[in-house]
């Protein structure tokens, strides 16, 4: 930002600030995304970057393949609580895959052009987290390699999966949301493909975004074609990015433990999807924007905007909690009396306080605009709204195991170096996937920039 | 379960026998293959090769250049079944593997099949009598057990018993069992078992050994007989004492010593006190309307117990309000099965108890008085105006540890209450040669000390271990010129013995045996000995003049002798088919009390202030001699929970006063692991350091150590586990001993105790219903009080109710029977091929166990949940409930419906089925079960490669693998045995065919399965009374497992006060 601005906190800058930064052009914009791809030398930052994430990924491989060898049993998992960090760590991982459909659909379909700069790596986090959040129901099985059974094939035994198990419902959910966000992130990628086939100077470069360009010619056949795909598929996308927690919440809402039977569960659960899947593109955007300079595209605005949305979802999570206690207190059932006075005093209540503190009360700082816009704050906000909601996530799934209806088969839980080493490997595999993205394709949409080039410079005059 | 007994025949033994020598050797190859798994490639010499082709002449044929170098590796090679696959073998055989194995047998079976065979295998050409392949045959027999056997029948498949069941017959059994002999079935299979005769850990054999005994003998006589001695524990088998007695004639002068840790010298010396003679008590707890134990587990342990759970329960089955039920008032120590189940329960010091004793026996008039704190006074008042009462019908039972003068105040007791004859009798002794043990075993350490012993024979005791300190036996031991030891296990007393004998498992060699009452059974063997085991028996021959006499004759012999039968044989045959032989039980004698309660010293009080540290055989490992029995290490002690450990029992005051605590781990928790405080108690000289264990309902002041743990060569399962109590435990104070509160040391170190139950409030839950006889009486609905369950669950759904039309198997569990003894969770493992997990795998949570006991504790409020948060004084004294949780099998399961493959199933007689090959393992019907019954393999927890442990498996159920699901299933193997039957005879499956294992084992009958949908069947009668009620009925679960309210028979009078 440069001198002469007005005042951060003043009520102007909202409209001032704008979702592109002055003075872009077709070829501005072009060459700046694309440079990122194709010209520009790729730093010794991002080798020691991708070298650390990529050895993190080292771990999480060696954890898994223990895992194989060993049984499930190398985790801190007993019983009564069945379902520990695995668990945990795919609701999170699917809950922070949302913001990406979130941002290219539904806002795509309400016509909010400050998407368009974050969309694409938004997205592509979606995907990356999702994928990460695939590997737990697979891996957490006792048997994975009969996992399959879970889909229905055709199998000569005749034999289908059972249909009234919620975690039947996930694989379809889950399955059906990775396949339709992996399309429509391609489909939007398909004229920057073109634009980096044209653009790359090496032939492998050339054959390579060429196959992927599908043979892009930019004419106005195409974008025709391709703005109702794209439409078509925002609309596919919108319902699944709340059905996909929905159906997660399910596992727990249908099953009959106390702290998991809630029926605020399903609206509750997406809110928290959303409110983790921001945290986590700011996490992402802030040091990305930072490290190739692309504070032009994605703004303060951007920033803030989604700051907002966090406070937003943030409010309805608490609302969620607050109903989930009432509830549990209003019903009168004795279970669930119990279940909240153990999450106010129990051997776990630290964990609770934490979510609490982490959720709710920390994220107030949202209300001023001086927070929304201190890039600091924001970035560490969003860490902390991640492990709150990870400690959401424990909270419920391993909490309420620990004390359910039976006093006499109570215990308690506690991770292993494993369940540790499966999860920051995921993270490791995240980040490393994420690197990968930034390097090979454009982290910004080129075609909607220029489309934003041009009506951008329409508002201004 | 007579119906299923069918060998009558003693060729069907011998059959069987050599059936199983077959399969006995075909294991021993297997072993062989397993031996040297990595076969080193080798390299190949070329010149050799090349040499040996120049050498041979004409033809030549050979498969591989490395068998024409002569490799002796390759040889190797060869002689195996299956060459460098079999050591590759993996639970999981998939179709690729299967197909590498096929073909690799297919080639070696080509290159071997020239060869002849160097052994002949014989199928069967005729099949032994009464054997079906495929079809379990039962066989009764009995297990030695102290100065008592308990009779049992033996499931054995294909010549393996697999499985222990009581034998009705038998009057020490009555049709159940306990925990210890359940388990002792894994004895026989234990892999750390002895193998050979060793002579300084040297492999010797037998014709060694057999030279060795008739030098010794031959040097015994003459040196003078008295330089020989035989140690032996209680032996009760006529023929074996006929055998020691042979061996003491042999060489004259020679000293018969004995020495059982947890033997009963009280008790012999009580009656020596009140009748001038040793005596034998026998009990009938069903006669009795009051009973008092003084300090006394007569339902659990000692002679008889079994029997008398079963007759002490009889009187407590109630079919409606309108029944009666005995009362038992017990003081004790420390919390017992048997004071856990009683009416009224008085904590004592077990010094005290002698005072309560006089104190009694001044009530009923004896003239003795006692002095006792004041809340004792009244409870004592009322107790003995109770028993006035019901003269003729109380008894009063002196516990095995309690010193000599309460055995006789309590005959003298018994007598004036006029009980003798009514509710108990007396009987010569049944022990063969009953002598007090500590002045036997004493003058046995002071005869080596003086250098008066030269050859000592150790048999059925480990005195190494066992031993108190203060005799220091090993040193003596050392002394011993010649020692020869014979037990199962190369144990701590084997490796200071220069002979080791391997002994037999009780299932493997023929013998006799004398139950409580003098009731004899022959111990028939059901399998020929596993490795190159002796029984006693051949190791006593082996220094008479008929070394070669086996024990089968020398067992038949003697009995048809004493046979006034007209047909000896057929006698025996009955004998071996009853597993009793009639009629030989002691007949009751009368004697006269020559004592004079009034007239007994002064009893030794402990001064208060002064702590008293009780000893206790364990309730699982007795006295230390189970100790490398898995099934019993993992096994939740009835009262603490505790498994694989021992620990010093503090009652939570003391504990307050020492600054005990113990916490909930964060792995496992109150379902796994406990951390308690371990203090140094030094004692008697002696030192040793234990785990600390906060024990609600223990009296103050009282430290009770558990024997049998802290063993050094029990074997891989037994060594190093818990702590040593013989090491303070001295001959002068065997039972208790007192020293001031300085004696315990927190050394502010932790230990990690694996407790399967930690957690004992119900937390205002409908979980264990409990009332008193009066409340039942008058609101015979009690058992409904505040129950929600739904009056008409089949309007809270929209689908149509499925219809049990045939079958529907249910399950009732009276708790007024249950003791929480644990016979039955044994016995599923057992019968159910259940994994032992280790001590490690239970901290965490992961134990096995398809039937648990939950133990809960009435009318106790605590702050947390934690003893440590706990209000003292309702810690006391808390009344004291168990549970036996097995599958609920719900109707409305909540496991079935979140299944995602469908591997949890309904059947249509209601079970819910578990389809082990198609469980992938998601965890999440355990998750949703409410109960918390299923249980997941983890890891790998079955034991696959160790031979010895595949023989024990039960073929008809399923070894499950790792990351599978498993749980109770009402044994519907069981269930389909009984099917098969009833449809091949075209009828419908009779009431009280299928007998669970749990049901069977059980020695209160607490346990009853059956159809409920026949009105008439056992269960449903049960499930129609008004205590019926289900865990949890809010849930609408329906659970077809229910349970019967535990009601309680308080003492008006003292409920009162």
Not at chain 1, 72 to 93: C, K, M, Q, R, S
Not at chain 1, 145 to 156: E, G, I, L, T
Not at chain 1, 370 to 390: A, E, H, Q
Not at chain 2, 506 to 515: F, H, N, Q, S
């Amino acid at each position: 930002m440069s001198a002469g601005q007005p005042p951060m906190d003043s009520p102007e800058i909202q409209r001032l600030t704008p979702v592109l930064g002055p003075g872009h052009t077709y070829a501005s914009v072009t060459d700046k995304i694309s440079a990122i791809v194709l010209t520009r030398r790729t730093s010794v930052g991002w080798y020691i970057g991708f070298l650390l994430a990529f050895s993190i990924f080292g771990v999480m491989n060696i954890a898994i393949g223990y895992l194989f060898m060993k049984g499930t049993g190398i985790w801190g998992i007993n019983i009564p609580i069945g379902w520990g960090f695995a668990i945990v760590n795919f609701v999170w991982w699917i809950g922070i895959g949302h913001a990406g459909t979130l941002i290219s659909a539904i806002l795509f379909l309400l016509n909010q052009k400050w998407r368009t700069s974050i969309n694409r790596f938004a997205e592509a986090m979606t995907l990356f987290a999702v994928a990460c959040a695939g590997i737990f129901p697979l891996i957490h099985t006792g048997r994975p390699w009969y996992a399959f059974w879970m889909f229905p094939y055709p199998s000569v035994m005749g034999i289908w999966p059972q249909f009234r198990s919620p975690l039947i419902w996930d694989v379809f959910a889950v399955s059906t949301y990775g396949t339709v966000s992996l399309l429509f992130w391609f489909v939007g990628l398909i004229p920057d493909l073109a634009t980096l086939r044209d653009r790359s100077t090496s032939k492998p470069k050339q054959i390579i975004y060429g196959m992927l360009a599908l043979g892009w010619r930019g004419s106005a056949r195409h974008w025709q074609r391709y703005q109702s795909a794209y439409l078509l598929l925002a609309g596919l996308a919108t319902p699944l990015v709340l059905s996909v927690h929905t159906v997660v919440s399910f596992d727990f809402s249908v099953a009959i433990v106390p702290g998991w039977h809630t029926t605020i569960f399903p609206p509750y659960f997406v809110a928290g999807a959303i409110y983790s899947g921001f945290a986590m593109v700011l996490t992402i955007a802030i040091p990305l924007r930072k490290a190739y300079g692309l504070e032009d595209f994605i703004t303060m605005r951007h920033l803030e905007n989604m700051a907002k949305v966090m406070l937003a979802t943030g409010l309805i999570v608490a609302y969620g909690y607050f109903f989930e206690f009432f509830m549990s207190l209003y019903s009168g059932n004795k279970f669930d009396v119990f279940l909240v006075q153990q999450r106010l005093h129990g051997p776990y209540a630290p964990f609770y306080y934490a979510l609490i503190l982490c959720n709710i009360l920390i994220p107030q700082l949202l209300w001023f605009q001086r927070m929304r816009t201190n890039v600091v704050v924001l970035f560490i906000m969003s860490i902390i709204v991640n492990v709150g909601m990870w400690l959401e996530r424990f909270v419920i799934i391993v909490i309420s195991l620990t004390r359910d209806f039976m006093p006499s088969a109570w215990g308690r839980y506690s991770p292993t170096f494993w369940d540790w080493a499966t999860l920051i490997g995921t993270m490791g595999m995240f980040v490393m996937l994420i690197f990968l993205f930034v390097r090979v394709l454009p982290a910004i949409s080129i075609a909607e920039m220029r489309e934003l080039v041009t009506e951008t410079s329409e508002e201004h005059k | 379960m007579d119906g299923m007994r069918e060998n009558d025949s003693i060729d069907g033994h011998r059959h069987n026998h050599d059936a199983h020598e077959a399969s006995v050797q075909a294991d021993d190859h297997a072993d062989e293959h397993t031996e040297d798994l990595t076969l080193h490639e080798h390299t190949l010499d070329i010149a050799a090769v090349r040499a040996k082709l120049g050498e041979k002449s004409g033809k030549q044929y050979w498969r591989t250049l490395e068998e024409l170098s002569d490799n002796p590796h390759f040889e190797d090679l060869l002689h195996r079944e299956f060459p460098r696959q079999a050591s590759e073998w993996d639970e999981t055989v998939d179709r690729r593997n299967f197909l590498k194995l096929a073909a690799a047998s297919l080639a070696i079976a080509g290159i071997s099949g020239c060869r002849k065979p160097e052994q002949f295998i014989v199928p069967y050409v005729k099949q032994p009598d009464g054997m079906i392949l495929g079809k379990p045959q039962f066989y009764a027999t009995a297990m030695p057990f102290g100065a008592d056997a308990i009779g049992v029948l033996v499931e054995s498949h294909e010549g393996r018993p697999t499985h222990v069941t009581g034998n009705p017959d038998h009057p020490s059994s009555l049709g159940g069992t306990d925990a210890i002999t359940q388990a002792s079935v894994l004895n026989l299979y234990d892999p750390d078992r002895a193998q050979t005769v060793t002579f300084l850990g040297e492999i010797r054999a037998w014709s060694d050994f057999l030279k060795e005994a008739e030098t010794l003998v031959a040097d015994a006589k003459a040196k003078g007989g008295a330089r020989f001695r035989i140690l032996t524990g209680t032996v009760t088998s006529p023929t074996l004492a006929a055998q020691i007695q042979n061996v003491l004639k042999q060489v004259p002068g020679a000293k018969w010593h004995q020495w059982e840790p947890a033997g009963s010298d009280s008790a012999r010396e009580g009656a020596k006190l009140a009748f001038g003679r040793y005596i034998n008590t026998v009990y009938r707890p069903e006669k009795a309307d009051i009973i008092l134990s003084l300090d006394a587990d007569f339902l659990a342990s000692g002679p008889g117990h079994i029997g008398y759970m079963k007759e002490f329960y009889r009187r407590r089955k109630l079919t409606g309000p309108s029944g009666t039920m005995n009362r038992l008032y017990v003081v004790e120590p420390t919390p017992s099965v048997t004071g856990s189940s009683a009416d009224h329960r008085l904590p004592l010091r077990a010094s005290d108890v002698g005072q309560f004793a006089r104190g009694l026996a001044g009530l009923v008039g004896l003239g003795s008085s006692g002095t006792l704190p004041p809340a004792a006074k009244k409870w004592l008042d009322a107790v003995a105006s109770d028993l006035t009462k019901h003269r003729g019908t109380s008894l009063v039972v002196p516990g095995e540890f309690q010193p000599a003068e309460v055995h006789a105040l309590a005959h003298a007791i018994n007598a004036a209450l006029g009980n003798v004859g009514a509710t108990l009798y007396y009987t010569e002794p049944v022990e063969a040669n009953p002598v007090n043990q500590v002045e036997s075993f004493t003058e046995l350490c002071a005869d080596i000390d003086a250098g008066k012993v030269d050859t000592l024979l150790i048999f059925g005791s480990n005195p190494v271990y066992d031993a108190p300190h203060d005799f220091d036996f090993t040193s003596k031991l050392q002394k011993v010129e010649t020692s020869v030891h014979i037990s199962t296990h190369f144990d701590e007393t084997a490796e200071y013995s220069k002979w080791h004998v391997a002994e037999s498992h009780y299932l493997e060699t023929w013998g006799d045996v004398r139950a409580f009452d003098g009731t004899v059974s022959v111990i028939q063997p059901l399998i020929a000995p596993l490795y190159h085991t002796h029984s006693a028996f051949d190791v006593f021959a082996a220094f008479t003049d008929k070394p070669g006499l086996t024990a089968y004759d020398a067992v038949r012999d003697r009995l048809k002798a004493s046979a006034s039968a007209s047909d000896p044989e057929r006698f025996w045959r009955k004998a071996l088919n009853d597993g009793v032989i009639a009629n030989s039980a002691y007949p009751p004698i009368s004697v006269a009390p020559k004592f004079s309660a009034a007239g007994l010293p002064a009893a030794q009080a402990i001064p208060s202030g002064q702590l008293e540290f009780i000893f206790r055989p364990d309730s699982n490992v007795h006295d230390g001699r189970y100790a490398n029995n898995g099934w019993l290490q993992e096994l939740a002690r009835p009262v603490t929970k505790i498994t694989w450990d021992n620990a010093a029992l503090v009652s939570p005051r003391l504990a307050e006063k020492l600054g005990l605590t113990q916490r909930a781990a964060a792995r496992g928790g109150e379902h796994g692991q406990i951390v308690s405080n371990v203090i140094d108690i030094s004692i008697s000289n002696s030192k040793v350091t234990a785990a600390a264990w906060i024990l609600p309902g223990q009296a103050d002041d009282v430290v009770v150590l558990p024997l049998g743990y802290g063993r050094k060569n029990a074997g891989f399962t037994g060594s190093n586990k818990g702590f040593n109590a013989y090491v303070v435990r001295t001959s002068a104070a065997l039972w208790s001993a007192a020293a001031g509160t300085e004696a315990i040391k927190k050394t502010g170190d932790d230990y990690p105790l694996a407790c399967t139950q930690y957690h004992f409030q119900m937390e205002g839950r409908k979980i264990l219903a409990t009332g008193t006889l009066l409340e039942y009486q008058t609101n015979p609905d009690f058992a409904h009080e505040g129950d929600e369950t739904p009056k008409n669950p089949k309007e809270m759904t929209l689908y149509k109710e499925f219809a049990y039309p045939g079958y529907a198997w249910g399950m009732a569990i009276d708790l007024n029977n249950c003791n929480g003894c644990n016979a039955c969770v044994v016995a599923c493992q057992s019968e159910n091929n259940i994994a032992v997990v280790g001590k490690d795998q239970v901290m965490r949570g992961r134990e096995m166990h398809w039937i648990r006991i939950d133990r809960y504790y009435s009318k106790l409020e605590t702050k947390t949940g934690d003893p440590g948060g706990a209000d003292y004084d309702a810690l006391e004294n808390p009344q004291t409930f168990f549970q036996p949780v097995p599958c609920q099998q719900c109707e409305n399961a909540p496991c079935e419906q979140v299944c995602p493959v469908g591997a949890t199933v309904h059947s249509a007689e209601g079970l819910n089925d578990m389809v082990y090959n198609r469980c992938v393992g998601t965890r999440y019907c355990s998750n949703n079960c409410p109960y918390k019954v299923r249980r997941f393999n983890f890891l790998r927890f079955q034991d696959w490669e160790t031979p010895s442990l595949k023989l024990i498996r039960n073929p008809e159920v399923t070894v499950r693998s790792r990351g599978v699901m498993e749980k109770c299933t009402y044994c519907v193997q069981r269930i389909n045995t009984a099917r098969i039957e009833a449809e091949k005879q075209n009828r419908p499956i009779l009431d009280g065919e299928i007998v669970t294992a749990c049901e069977s084992a059980c020695p209160s009958q607490a346990i009853v399965f059956g159809n409920a949908n026949d009105p008439n069947s056992r269960v449903a009668k049960l499930k129609a009374q008004t205590r019926n009620y289900p865990i949890l009925g809010e849930l609408n679960t329906r659970p077809r497992t229910t349970y019967l309210a535990a009601v309680r028979n308080p003492n008006p009078e003292l409920e009162k006060a």
